[in-house]
């Protein structure tokens, strides 16, 4: 998986709760995007960062935050988890060719339900 | 705005048989194109692109698409199909246009399922 791994791999809370799910890279890739993956939906891009400190809003990106404290992580915060938030979620990183040719690597997913 | 469609939920195919997997999509400007493939509980894959040169894209473990600016489509297709070729395959646009941070926009993916 392209030097990637999220933490937890899975991970059951209820609602009302705060949880963070955390990205790892060993690729020194500048970007990095968190999505979720629902039935009938494919992916769907929640947030992305282009350079530490420095993110955007996916088109889903109500209910989450995301901070990019250094280059090899990515952090997702649920503020407080609802049901309609139990999904994979799935990030992945590019290296941000000029003209973004780029091809995205996808980490293992972190399969979240919210009770 | 950029979006893609994959018009089959599931396709069924017998292995050595050719295998087709469909994908249409929709740019303003000119677009980059991917495949992927997500095996079960893995992330996704990534098995080829179209950037711009030969129609005829060559990708992983022995697929191919073909990139169709007239009909707007990149189908993925494979010779001969294997038992083990059975997962789910997602198509990817990138608007060179108004892709602004090299995103992508998925598909909601084709479930293959390759029989003996």
């Known amino acids: 998986d392209a030097g990637i791994t999220q933490s937890p791999r899975h991970k059951v809370t209820e609602t009302g709760t705060p949880v963070t799910l955390r990205c790892h890279q060993t690729?020194?890739?500048?970007?990095m995007y968190w999505y979720r993956q629902d039935p009938g939906h494919g992916l769907r891009l929640i947030h992305y960062?282009?350079?530490?400190?420095?993110?955007d809003k996916g088109e889903v990106s109500d209910g989450y935050s995301v901070s990019r404290s250094k280059t090899e992580d990515f952090l997702l915060t649920l503020e407080s988890a609802t049901s309609s938030q139990t999904s994979v979620y799935f990030c992945?990183?590019?290296?941000?060719?000029?003209?973004?040719?780029?091809?995205?690597?996808f980490g293992p997913g972190t399969r979240l339900t919210v009770l | 705005a950029q979006s893609v469609a994959q018009p089959e939920d599931q396709v069924n195919v017998a292995e050595g048989n050719p295998l087709t997997v469909k994908c249409t999509y929709s740019v303003s400007g000119n677009p980059y194109l991917f495949w992927y493939v997500q095996y079960p509980n893995r992330g996704l894959q990534f098995l080829l692109k179209y950037i711009t040169g030969d129609n005829l894209v060559k990708g992983s473990y022995g697929f191919e698409a073909e990139f169709n600016k007239s009909q707007t489509s990149f189908h993925l297709k494979k010779p001969s199909a294997l038992v083990s070729d059975s997962a789910l395959y997602f198509c990817?646009?990138?608007?060179?246009?108004?892709?602004?941070?090299?995103?992508?926009?998925f598909g909601t993916g084709t479930q293959l399922k390759v029989e003996l």
């Open positions: 690729e020194n890739h500048r970007y």
């Open positions: 960062s282009y350079g530490v400190k420095d993110t």
């Open positions: 990817a646009v990138r608007d060179i246009l108004t892709g602004g941070g090299n995103k992508l926009t």
């Open positions: 992945a990183i590019s290296d941000g060719l000029a003209g973004g040719t780029d091809t995205q690597y």
